[in-house]
């Protein structure tokens, strides 16, 4: 997999699907593309890996890009609301591996219906936290949980940003608290806490800062309250005797991917139709103590669902339609948490940038429409790769030269890729890589 190095000398915004987002100015930043327009239909996890930076360390954030999009003709997106996530894969020696949740989201409704639809979506999260493990060749695992089976499905492109910069905190080790996919809820009060037992922690030596983060989503309705997915629940965190609360809700109407098909403007548990989903975060720094255990526990309120198939009391007709949870999903929660450790960046000092040894101008006209002009300059002879990029992270363009004398050169771009595809209007970024250096910058092309 490429990993593309941008010098980035301005604000660069990435609009994709109506909205900007932003990659901090004034720093250098590695692309890693990972999984690209990857079709997914079936609930199997697809697994791959790709080669990420040997020093993350440097790099003071890390931002992940998940874009969904449809596939053409015959297919089309599944038009229904899927839970689905990237998680990576972590070697620990022999045959044992475990999964890391970095990123959780919802497919959307129908999003390619009317002109007014936004056909494709993108979502943006800070994988900061995760940066030690996404080094040198890194394993991830996508999935969606989906039954369709034929040419609907889903096209996901994950790429990551790796912004270049110090920072006074590094961190080193996640410990999985608990990776539940589907955690009964209802059938008695409490019986949910079975697998939410709590979990000790010794907290090592060199930690000195730590957050617990819990991704919770619930799903399953049509029981008392419409629980799990319509019904608003207080979650607690418990740390040693400090507790941390809120209750799981999240207000959908303004949800940036939209309009959609379907129930999609309804408040959900902790997620919304065709949007990521926000972990929520605790700083417990102040309640560490290295050396020593920490217990933590997750709860959630009591919930009874008299239409559970355990339940002595229901009569079918009487109590609920169904005594089978009504003959449809039961409620349930999909629960992730993690603790996370920091330890102090010894160093405070960024690694030095390679020297500069090819000068890449920017291109003219910019904004540009039909064709540009890109120049750049080598100060030796070699192999020169010059690509193009979507902002969603898609090479649209790959021209491979050899020089056999230093100087400066130029290419064009029409805004076509090799097979006469006319791109559409937005940012897109492109590349010039020697053997030793690689510089990039943004354009815009104006249909």
Same mark, same amino acid.
Not at 178 to 192: R, V
Not at 308 to 329: E, I, K
Not at 346 to 354: K, N, R
């Given at each position: 997999m490429k990993m593309l190095k941008l010098a980035t000398l301005c604000l660069i915004l990435l609009t994709v699907a109506g909205s900007a987002l932003a990659v901090p100015a004034n720093q250098d930043t590695t692309w890693v593309m990972t999984f690209d327009e990857e079709f997914v239909n079936w609930?199997?996890?697809?697994?791959?890996?790709?080669?990420? =930076?040997?020093?993350?360390?440097?790099?003071?954030?890390? /931002?992940?890009y998940i874009t969904i999009g449809c596939p053409g003709y015959p297919?089309?997106?599944?038009?229904?609301?899927?839970?689905?996530?990237?998680?990576l894969i972590e070697d620990l020696g022999g045959d044992e591996t475990r999964d890391v949740e970095i990123a959780r989201f919802i497919t959307p409704y129908d999003i390619t219906g009317p002109p007014t639809y936004p056909q494709s979506c993108q979502w943006?999260?800070?994988?900061?936290?995760? %940066?030690?493990?996404?080094?040198?060749?890194?394993?991830?695992?996508?999935?969606i949980e989906s039954w369709m089976g034929n040419d609907k499905g889903w096209l996901i492109t994950a790429n990551f940003?790796?912004?270049?910069?110090?920072?006074?905190?590094?961190?080193?080790?996640i410990v999985n608290l608990?990776?539940?996919?589907?955690?009964?809820?209802?059938?008695?009060?409490?019986?949910? $806490?079975?697998n939410l037992l709590p979990v000790g922690v010794t907290i090592p030596n060199d930690a000195v800062a730590a957050k617990v983060r819990m991704t919770t989503t619930g799903h399953g309705f049509g029981f008392a309250q419409n629980c799990?997915?319509?019904?608003? %629940?207080?979650?607690? /965190?418990?740390?040693?005797?400090?507790?941390?609360?809120?209750? /799981?809700? !999240?207000?959908?109407?303004?949800?940036?991917?939209?309009?959609?098909?379907?129930?999609?403007?309804?408040?959900?548990?902790?997620?919304c139709p065709g949007d990521k989903?926000? =972990?929520?975060?605790?700083?417990?720094?102040?309640?560490?103590? =290295?050396? $020593? $255990?920490?217990?933590?526990?997750?709860?959630?309120?009591?919930?009874?669902? =008299?239409?559970?198939?355990?339940?002595?009391?229901?009569?079918?007709?009487?109590?609920?339609?169904?005594?089978?949870?009504?003959?449809?999903?039961?409620?349930?929660? %999909?629960v992730m948490g993690q603790l996370i450790l920091y330890r102090a960046d010894l160093t405070g000092v960024d690694t030095p940038i390679t020297p500069q040894s090819l000068n890449l101008e920017q291109n003219y006209p910019n904004p540009? !429409?039909?064709?540009?002009?890109?120049?750049? $300059?080598?100060e030796e002879p070699g192999h020169v790769s010059l690509r193009i990029f979507s902002a969603g992270g898609r090479e649209v363009l790959t021209i491979e030269r050899d020089h056999p004398r230093a100087g400066r050169f130029w290419f064009q771009w029409d805004g076509t890729t090799p097979d006469g595809e006319r791109m559409t209007s937005g940012v897109y970024f492109y590349e010039v890589q020697t053997e030793d250096i690689s510089m990039a910058k943004k354009m815009i092309l104006l249909q």
């Amino acid at each position: 997999m490429k990993m593309l190095k941008l010098a980035t000398l301005c604000l660069i915004l990435l609009t994709v699907a109506g909205s900007a987002l932003a990659v901090p100015a004034n720093q250098d930043t590695t692309w890693v593309m990972t999984f690209d327009e990857e079709f997914v239909n079936w609930a199997t996890p697809h697994t791959q890996e790709f080669t990420f =930076p040997s020093n993350p360390e440097r790099y003071s954030e890390v /931002l992940l890009y998940i874009t969904i999009g449809c596939p053409g003709y015959p297919g089309d997106c599944d038009p229904w609301d899927r839970y689905a996530w990237l998680r990576l894969i972590e070697d620990l020696g022999g045959d044992e591996t475990r999964d890391v949740e970095i990123a959780r989201f919802i497919t959307p409704y129908d999003i390619t219906g009317p002109p007014t639809y936004p056909q494709s979506c993108q979502w943006v999260y800070d994988v900061t936290d995760y %940066k030690f493990m996404l080094k040198d060749l890194a394993t991830l695992k996508l999935y969606i949980e989906s039954w369709m089976g034929n040419d609907k499905g889903w096209l996901i492109t994950a790429n990551f940003a790796f912004v270049h910069g110090a920072t006074a905190l590094q961190p080193f080790e996640i410990v999985n608290l608990y990776l539940k996919d589907h955690i009964i809820y209802g059938n008695s009060p409490f019986a949910h $806490e079975e697998n939410l037992l709590p979990v000790g922690v010794t907290i090592p030596n060199d930690a000195v800062a730590a957050k617990v983060r819990m991704t919770t989503t619930g799903h399953g309705f049509g029981f008392a309250q419409n629980c799990a997915e319509f019904c608003p %629940k207080v979650h607690s /965190l418990v740390v040693d005797d400090n507790t941390f609360s809120h209750t /799981l809700w !999240n207000q959908c109407s303004t949800n940036p991917c939209s309009p959609q098909g379907g129930t999609w403007t309804y408040s959900r548990a902790g997620w919304c139709p065709g949007d990521k989903v926000t =972990p929520w975060d605790n700083d417990i720094t102040h309640l560490l103590t =290295p050396g $020593e $255990e920490m217990i933590l526990d997750y709860n959630i309120a009591e919930y009874f669902n =008299p239409c559970n198939p355990t339940n002595p009391d229901c009569v079918a007709g009487v109590t609920c339609s169904d005594c089978n949870y009504n003959g449809t999903t039961p409620p349930n929660w %999909k629960v992730m948490g993690q603790l996370i450790l920091y330890r102090a960046d010894l160093t405070g000092v960024d690694t030095p940038i390679t020297p500069q040894s090819l000068n890449l101008e920017q291109n003219y006209p910019n904004p540009f !429409n039909p064709v540009t002009t890109i120049y750049y $300059e080598i100060e030796e002879p070699g192999h020169v790769s010059l690509r193009i990029f979507s902002a969603g992270g898609r090479e649209v363009l790959t021209i491979e030269r050899d020089h056999p004398r230093a100087g400066r050169f130029w290419f064009q771009w029409d805004g076509t890729t090799p097979d006469g595809e006319r791109m559409t209007s937005g940012v897109y970024f492109y590349e010039v890589q020697t053997e030793d250096i690689s510089m990039a910058k943004k354009m815009i092309l104006l249909q």
